[in-house]
Nanobody
């Protein structure tokens, strides 16, 4: 089992930046593909970004491409989400998730595919 703890959320003005971190503990971090999701009030949890076990390949939702970047440091057991040019509609609780992955080149888009979740961190973007 792996435990995930997000940090770095907060209140920021539109156009600003935040970097979210997700620290993992418990098992070999490099065995997990990682993802970031978000959930706004009254909406379903949606995919934001994903990264393979090694960090060599990533993907982003169309709504955040060009503004967000996902990365990971396996030596630090941490995955990051750099968020630039934030918009009010980016306001949500952001969750990181981990999936045991036997394929080094795989990442995943659906919440139901992930095995472990963090508790979430609130991001609020004011206009």
């Amino acid at each position: 089992q792996v435990q995930l703890v997000e940090s770095g959320g907060g209140l920021v003005q539109a156009g600003g930046s935040l970097r979210l971190s997700c620290a993992a503990s418990g098992r070999t971090f490099s065995n997990y593909a990682m993802g970031w999701f978000r959930q706004a009030p009254g909406k379903e949890r949606e995919f934001v970004a994903a990264i393979t076990r090694s960090g060599g390949t990533t993907d982003l939702a169309d709504s955040v491409k060009g503004r967000f970047t996902i990365s990971r440091d396996n030596a630090k057991n941490t995955v990051y989400l750099q968020m630039n040019s934030l918009k009010p509609w980016d306001t949500a609780i952001y969750y990181c998730a981990a999936k045991v992955s036997f394929f080094s080149g795989s990442y995943y888009y659906e919440p139901k595919e992930y095995d472990y979740w963090g508790q979430g961190t609130q991001v609020t973007v004011s206009s």
